[in-house]
Nanobody, 115 residues
Framework: QVQLVESGGGLVQPGGSLRLSCAASVSIFSVYAMAWYRQAPGKQRELVATITGGGITNYADSVKGRFTISRDNAKKTVYLQMNSLKPEDTAVYYC?????????WGQGTQVTVSS
């Protein structure tokens, strides 16, 4: 069973950067497709970015050109580099792992963009 632990959230000013990390406790990490989601107060959880085991990425239109998802299969970790942050990026960010019908969520990490 996969366990995911996110880290790297915090408070940042508009225009700033943060890097989120998600460490997976699993024997073979490379088979998992990984994703980052976020949920702002009063809103539904939304997909931010995905990355396949082979490194193919996809992004929500709202973060294209500002966020970068990457993974290190040796370290069993997925990252989300967030640049040019905006107040509307404020949310709890969740890591997601899936293979076949198995979907696992992390506990979430708060990102607050405010001056």
């Amino acid at each position: 069973q996969v366990q995911l632990v996110e880290s790297g959230g915090g408070l940042v000013q508009p225009g700033g950067s943060l890097r989120l990390s998600c460490a997976a406790s699993v024997s073979i990490f490379s088979v998992y497709a990984m994703a980052w989601y976020r949920q702002a107060p009063g809103k539904q959880r939304e997909l931010v970015a995905t990355i396949t085991g082979g490194g193919i990425t996809n992004y929500a239109d709202s973060v294209k050109g500002r966020f970068t998802i990457s993974r290190d299969n040796a370290k069993k970790t997925v990252y989300l580099q967030m640049n040019s942050l905006k107040p509307e990026d404020t949310a709890v960010y969740y890591c997601n792992a899936n293979v076949g019908l198995i979907v696992t969520w992390g506990q979430g990490t708060q990102v607050t963009v405010s001056s």
